[in-house]
């Protein structure tokens, strides 16, 4: 467990890095990320390289004993390129071309932005592959943010035929998986397939509304392919010349969903997976679960400790500024991220510009680079880190409940949203909210994973469900699992049409269960009443014929009223219909008491516990969120960490406070 920084070198005099060093020192920040915006210094002209620049800041700062996490460059492709090479600029969905004058300006496709990127990357990772300061690699910055995973060039348009052309073969073949019939669609060649703008048909939908849904998925599915290609061929290049390992920031699951790249197999493509950790700025406060999930994502995808990339350190915003972070709670938040798995927080940025677009966008030093109160809390966090990591390895929390999540499925319910207040990134959350306000730790795996280490698995809205799935499920359940699925679930085909079987087709038989029909909750609510008190459904109601299944809940109005809204067959749950947050909250503690999972008897508001391992100790993180001083029981008896006493029956924490209690401490 350590800190860094964000760092510009590069913005500061010369004459500066020694202050800076010093400061960071005495921090105990231990690596720095740069370069990751810096393509006009590295090629200020076609094929002219200049690299002293960054060898005098690795070499600086490597030498006083801070590491390095070097970027590839390619957000910011320099005004000569763009000027010389127009193509390289992507397109909206809209047709409009991208301008040049802030970043991510470029066609994740274009082959000459891609040679032109390869060529660099090959000469940055030649240069200093080999260099001792640097201990890895961040590719690109916030692959996609923005609405930029989807470029709808001429370029992309040719990949994209290419990429249909070997899925599907033949033209007949994507004819009818298409169901082009529908509507006078069907396409004579490869050449003439269309990628899908926004505003086709509708003029009062500027969206997609209206286009193929199948091409649709398709098209998605090949802008999130073209970027995992991308960052897989700026790692291959690196890793000719570097062992050392590559990572790329993510984007929390708010500002990814939707837009689109499957984490999961990006992950595959990275050594570790680190993200970008904002909670109050300019463009809203996070809740409190919301970080949790995004943490609980992050550990994840590779199933093993994750850094944050870029941490809040300051008050953030662009044109305007969210709130000057409460004092305590930049030590809260690292703390936080550390319970739920990151090894490593690097804030962003290390002192705030005092030019260029984030000129409002605070870091731990403000723009005249003195110490401040948040420099004073950092250093009091990367001490205390210092000392953790002396006693413990990387910590991760043992999750035995898991949700399902999966990046077709997100897609698929962008295309057609279902009913209004449908989205399934928020219904994800929805689930997971019940267990984080329980301090249950829960993972997120993909329905084909091995889910043998989990006693309960949630499947919320899973509209497609491979072959490969139905068997996982089906033997997870079989082995004793229990297993919850919910409305919207594998209805849909991997073409994303709907199935000709009754809902849950491939499910049927696993949850004994048939949804002969559905009532969207659309501008209505249906009350609900079963093992999880009563309630209401705000979304969407299955009406639902249980075969060989039990009922556990009922609807109570409607024409439907009396029919089961929950149900279970063995250990597997179908959950017909949302419900509002007490009767799910309720129903999750009914799960948890069936699959074996502790709950405690009441839990205090505010406060985040998570008992975490590094294989070897046990550390209990207590977390105050909370704006005042509070007392919190303890049953077991620890060691707190960070004051050396023994913590038997309570614990005091002041507002923001951090508790860090041990168990077994070599
Ligand atoms: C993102 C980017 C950073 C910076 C911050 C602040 O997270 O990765 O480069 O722009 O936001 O806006
Ligand atoms: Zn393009």
Redesign the pocket.
């Known amino acids: 467990m350590r800190i860094g920084v964000?760092y510009y070198p590069e913005h500061w005099g010369r004459e500066r890095w020694e202050q800076d060093a010093r400061l960071m020192l005495k921090a105990k920040i231990k690596v720095i990320r740069v370069g990751?915006?810096a393509w006009s210094l590295y090629e200020p002209k076609e094929e002219v390289y200049e690299f002293a620049w960054m060898d005098e800041i690795i070499d600086f700062f490597g030498k006083k004993g801070i590491k390095i996490i070097l970027c590839t460059p390619s957000?910011t492709p320099p005004k000569w390129m763009i000027d010389k090479y127009p193509g390289i600029l992507a397109e909206d969905i809209h047709g409009n071309t991208k301008l040049f004058g802030t970043?991510k300006h470029y066609c994740f496709n274009s082959e000459i932005y891609r040679e032109k990127i390869r060529k660099l990357v090959g000469l940055i990772a030649k240069r200093y592959g080999k260099n001792p300061y640097v201990e890895g690699w961040q590719i690109d910055?916030?692959l996609g943010?923005g609405n930029t995973a989807r470029c709808y060039c001429e370029e992309c348009r040719k990949k994209f035929i290419d990429w249909l052309a070997k899925k599907y073969k033949t033209i007949e073949c994507l004819n009818k998986s298409y169901g082009t019939v529908f509507w006078s669609q069907i396409y004579n060649s490869f050449d003439e397939v269309i990628i899908p703008k926004a505003g086709t048909c509708f003029d009062f939908d500027s969206g997609t509304q209206g286009q193929n849904p199948s091409l649709l998925i398709d098209y998605y599915r090949f802008c999130s392919d073209s970027i995992i290609s991308f960052t897989k061929e700026s790692v291959d290049i690196i890793k000719k010349y570097s062992d050392k390992p590559c990572t790329s920031?993510l984007?929390d699951a708010a500002v990814n969903s939707g837009t689109g790249i499957d984490y999961f197999k990006l992950s595959k493509e990275l050594d570790f997976v680190s993200w970008?950790n904002?909670i109050e700025?300019q463009w809203g406060k996070a809740k409190m679960e919301t970080v949790s999930r995004d943490h609980a994502l992050l550990r994840s995808y590779k199933k093993k400790p994750f850094w944050v990339?870029?941490q809040q350190s300051g008050p953030?915003?662009?044109s305007k500024m969210g709130p000057s972070p409460d004092p305590g709670k930049l030590r809260l938040w690292t703390y936080e991220a550390v319970a739920n798995g990151a090894d490593t927080v690097v804030y962003?940025?290390w002192r705030a510009c005092t030019f260029g677009?984030?000129q409002n966008?605070h870091g731990i030093l403000g723009h005249d680079g003195k110490e401040n109160r948040r420099y004073a809390e950092i250093m009091r966090t990367g001490e205390e880190m210092e000392l953790l990591s002396l006693r413990v390895g990387s910590l991760m929390p043992k999750a035995r409940a898991a949700i399902i999540k999966s990046f077709d499925t997100e897609w698929c319910h962008t295309i057609f949203q279902n009913v209004e207040g449908f989205q399934y990134d928020n219904l994800l959350l929805s689930f997971y909210k019940p267990f984080y306000d329980m301090n249950i730790p829960v993972d997120f795996v993909q329905a084909e994973d091995e889910l043998s280490e989990y006693s309960l698995v949630l499947a919320p809205a899973l509209a497609f469900v491979s072959e490969e799935a139905k068997n996982n499920l089906e033997s997870y359940a079989a082995k004793g699992g229990t297993l919850v699925i919910t409305f919207r679930s594998a209805f849909k085909d991997e073409y994303n049409r709907m199935l000709p079987q009754t809902i849950p087709g491939p499910l049927a038989e696993l949850t004994g269960v048939k949804v002969n029909d559905y009532d969207p909750q659309f501008e209505k609510s249906t009350s609900v009443a079963g093992i999880f008190g009563s309630g209401t459904a705000d979304i969407w109601c299955d009406i639902v014929t249980p075969e060989d299944a039990e009922v556990l809940g009922l609807y109570t109005e409607s024409y439907f009223a009396g029919t089961p809204c929950l149900t279970r067959k063995g250990t597997v749950y179908y959950l017909a219909c949302d419900l509002d947050d007490k009767a799910r909250s309720n129903f999750t503690k009914y799960l948890c008491n069936q699959a074996g999972i502790e709950t405690r008897l009441y839990e205090q508001e505010g406060i985040e516990v998570v008992d975490t391992t590094d294989g070897k100790n046990h550390v209990k993180f207590i977390l105050n969120h909370n704006n005042y001083n509070t007392v919190i029981a303890v049953n077991e008896e620890y060691t707190d960490f960070l004051t050396d006493q023994k913590v038997v029956n309570t614990i005091k924490l002041e507002a923001y406070g951090v508790a860090v209690l041990g168990k077994h401490l070599r």
Request: net charge negative.
């Open positions: 964000d990751e915006f957000a970043r910055n916030e943010h920031n984007l970008d904002y700025f990339m870029e953030c915003g662009w962003f940025r677009a984030e966008w």
